[in-house]
Each structure stands twice: as structure tokens, then as C-alpha cells.
């Protein structure tokens, strides 16, 4: 089965899940293409800066842009297939023979007309900071899922793993599903939990549950391959949508001893 993946280029969230992915299950599957766009998308760089310091607090904001400065450094170099850890999406594309190109909004023309040259059977959205329109939804003709971290529709939105921690949840949640135009509004293909180990920050929860969630993945796309998926429809009416955590919420959070990083 041909499937190619739509994400950003994030070399701390996003990059574990691909690690993992590509190391237990690049064999599995014929994986055309990594499209990815550049981190929030059309989010200004200033908001993502106040939101993120706001968050994590003015240390923790300059050890997370230290290790993304380095991983921009190293993430140059040319690394081997199955090397022990990456350093950006390139790289690791790169390392096992992956089509690797960076875009803009994957809903521009240019784009559509690229996944249907490819002839893709599965579009996979890991993160993708773009709420996808039915032109581009509508060409796989296995359709197109995405991988939320969190249960829907308890937990749609942005910032899942924050809001489960918040929540005072044990466990934070994992939903393999099929997009629509309206964000985490698809039918559920797969959903599994893990648990949240005492003391774990905010920052190793989210990288852990990354590497979590590829083996999900794996499983919903070998589904899909053998026609072989039982979609279920979300109750919309027991559904919860989050955003970005207010200022008073990330104080909340910390109060109650949960640590960012």
C-alpha cells in the first residue's frame, strides 16, 4: 500500500514518532513521500514564542530552542538507516530513501496535484498544522487519517497532552482516525491509552506517547490495507474542544505540581 505522510518540521515532537515508525515498520509499507510544513503553520512566529515561554517559562523556552538549534545543526549532516537517534525530519527521511519536500498550505494547488501524481492510497497527517479541505481529502482512495493524542471526542483540539495532565487523567489516550474538514470530527479507526508514569513532565509525556502512537499507526494502516478497519462514528454531543492554554491555566497547571519540562 502507498502511503506518503503530511506533518511539520519538528525536531522534538514530531521527529519521535518517525523514529519509531520508520525503525519497527519502514519495511511494512511503500512510503512515497514527507511533505511538511513549517511548525503552526500559518501561526505567527511572535504568538508561538509568547504562547510557548508562557508555557514552558522563560529557562525551559531556552533549553527547548538549544536542543532545536542543535538539531538544525546536526539534523545537516547525512546519518545511516537505523542510526541510534535523527535530528530532523530530512535527515531521516533521507536515511531510508524517502522523497522529502517541504511546503506551504497543503490545500495550494500545486500540492493537490502533486499527491495525485503520486497516486497515494493513504494520506497520514502526524500533526499537520492545517485543517485539510474535501479537494485534497477526497484523492486517496484509501482516505486520508490522522493521529490525535489524546480520546476523542472527550479531548479534540490543540495541546491534548497538556489538557489530559490538566484534567488530572492517568493516562493519555491515542485516536487513529479519518479527517473531514472539521478538525477531529472523523470516524474512529483505533484507539488505545498509556499510562502517565509519576512525576513525568509534560515535555516526556508528549515524545513518549509520539513513539506510542506509531505503532498504532502501523496497525490502523495494515487495517486499512486488508479492508479489514471498523470505523465508529463519534458522539458529537459528549464531544470537548481545547485550545491553547490561557495564562491562568498554566498557572493552574503548575500549581497543582505538573511540570511543563
Not at 505522510?5 to 514518532?17: A, K, V
Not at 500545486?110 to 498544522?129: M, N, Q, W, Y
Request: with cysteine; aromatic share 10%.
Amino acid at each position: 500500500m502507498r502511503i506518503e505522510f503530511l506533518t511539520q518540521d519538528d525536531p522534538l515532537y514530531i521527529l519521535p514518532f518517525f523514529e519509531e515508525f520508520l525503525r519497527s515498520h519502514s519495511s511494512e509499507f511503500d512510503i512515497l513521500h514527507i511533505s511538511c510544513s513549517s511548525i503552526m503553520g500559518k501561526r505567527s512566529r511572535m504568538q508561538m514564542v509568547r504562547e510557548l515561554t508562557a508555557l514552558y517559562g522563560p529557562f525551559g523556552m531556552a533549553r527547548l530552542a538549544g536542543r532545536v538549534a542543535v538539531s538544525r545543526v546536526l539534523g545537516k549532516f547525512p546519518m545511516k538507516r537505523d542510526a541510534a537517534r535523527y535530528y530532523g525530519l530530512a535527515q531521516i527521511a533521507k536515511a531510508y530513501g524517502i522523497a522529502f519536500s517541504k511546503i506551504g498550505n497543503p490545500n495550494a494547488a500545486g500540492f493537490i496535484e502533486a499527491v495525485k501524481h503520486r497516486s497515494t492510497d493513504v494520506l497520514v497527517s502526524v500533526a499537520c498544522p492545517y485543517i485539510l479541505k474535501d479537494t485534497l481529502l477526497s484523492i486517496p482512495p484509501r482516505g486520508c487519517v490522522n493521529i490525535h493524542h489524546a480520546p476523542v471526542p472527550r479531548f479534540k483540539g490543540m495541546m491534548p497532552t497538556f489538557w489530559q495532565m490538566f484534567h488530572g487523567e492517568k493516562s493519555v489516550g491515542v485516536t487513529v482516525h479519518f479527517m473531514t474538514a472539521k478538525v477531529d470530527e472523523g470516524a474512529v479507526l483505533f484507539q488505545d491509552t498509556m499510562a502517565i508514569n509519576s512525576g513525568e513532565t509534560l515535555h516526556e509525556l508528549i515524545q513518549r506517547s509520539k513513539r506510542h502512537g506509531a505503532g498504532c499507526m502501523a496497525r490502523v494502516l495494515h487495517q486499512l490495507e486488508s479492508n479489514t478497519q471498523t470505523p465508529k462514528s463519534l458522539d458529537k454531543a459528549k464531544g470537548t474542544y481545547f485550545t491553547f492554554p490561557t495564562i491562568a491555566e498554566i498557572q493552574e497547571f503548575r500549581r497543582r505540581g505538573l511540570r511543563p519540562i
